[in-house]
């Protein structure tokens, strides 16, 4: 009663317990997926990896795609915690800035190709995440589009042509040469033309 009146928190050790098994879960679920497939998750082989009976997981996710949507959360809050650190030490210089903020998504992308398919493809049918998940990724889109703006950007024109170009670099990058570099090496050279399209001015060349 006196640590109540001090006002010390009481902890929820329930809810705490419940938080790291749904924890459990989704790295479960994200080991499986990257071994057998986004499609090829079930919730048998979730519910064995981490040592439950199948019906057990519902007491933890209504269903298969709860998982999911809870997988699509978690990997766009990491993406935006990794933009939301490095937005205050872009470049002055709006090419180099521009080639930063490409690179940072294209990188996390090629990291994983399973967490890229969730994050940005329709590869499973009747998926569609909650509002609570998809906000992070509202909040990465946003976050983009004013960096961009101040770069230069104008419109939703220039930002679906920036998004086709660097998604198009990925796709390519993943389906072709998974691992290697073929197409990581057009980016700079893609964003340079991105650029002259946007009207900035080139970097002043050193003299010799």
């Given at each position: 009663?006196l640590l109540?009146?001090?006002?010390?928190?009481?902890?929820?050790?329930?809810?705490?317990?419940?938080e790291a098994?749904?924890?459990?879960?989704?790295?479960a679920?994200?080991?499986?997926?990257?071994?057998?497939?986004?499609a090829?998750?079930?919730?048998?082989d979730?519910?064995l990896?981490?040592g439950?009976?199948?019906?057990?997981?519902?007491?933890?996710f209504?269903?298969?795609?709860a998982?999911?949507?809870?997988?699509?959360?978690?990997?766009?809050?990491?993406?935006?915690?990794?933009?939301?650190?490095?937005?205050?030490?872009?470049?002055?210089?709006?090419?180099?800035?521009l080639?930063?903020?490409?690179?940072?998504f294209?990188?996390?992308?090629?990291?994983?190709?399973?967490?890229?398919?969730?994050m940005?493809?329709?590869t499973?049918?009747?998926?569609?995440?909650?509002p609570?998940?998809y906000?992070?990724?509202?909040?990465?889109?946003?976050?983009?589009?004013?960096?961009?703006?101040?770069?230069?950007?104008?419109?939703?024109?220039d930002?679906?042509?920036?998004i086709?170009?660097v998604?198009?670099?990925?796709?390519?990058?993943?389906?072709?040469e998974?691992?290697?570099?073929?197409?990581?090496?057009?980016?700079d050279?893609a964003?340079?033309?991105?650029?002259?399209?946007?009207?900035?001015?080139?970097p002043?060349k050193?003299?010799?």
């Amino acid at each position: 009663m006196l640590l109540i009146m001090l006002g010390t928190p009481i902890r929820d050790r329930q809810a705490e317990r419940r938080e790291a098994t749904r924890a459990e879960i989704i790295a479960a679920a994200w080991a499986i997926a990257e071994h057998k497939g986004l499609a090829g998750l079930t919730l048998r082989d979730v519910a064995l990896a981490v040592g439950m009976q199948a019906p057990s997981l519902y007491s933890y996710f209504e269903s298969k795609n709860a998982i999911y949507d809870a997988m699509f959360g978690q990997a766009w809050t990491e993406y935006l915690d990794i933009v939301t650190a490095a937005e205050p030490t872009l470049p002055k210089d709006p090419r180099a800035a521009l080639k930063v903020v490409a690179h940072t998504f294209f990188d996390f992308a090629i990291a994983n190709t399973t967490r890229h398919q969730l994050m940005n493809e329709r590869t499973i049918p009747g998926f569609v995440p909650s509002p609570e998940s998809y906000a992070p990724a509202v909040a990465v889109v946003e976050l983009a589009r004013r960096d961009l703006a101040r770069i230069g950007m104008s419109g939703d024109a220039d930002f679906d042509l920036y998004i086709a170009l660097v998604g198009g670099l990925i796709n390519a990058q993943q389906a072709n040469e998974p691992g290697g570099d073929r197409w990581a090496r057009l980016l700079d050279v893609a964003i340079d033309m991105f650029a002259d399209h946007l009207g900035l001015a080139a970097p002043k060349k050193r003299a010799r």
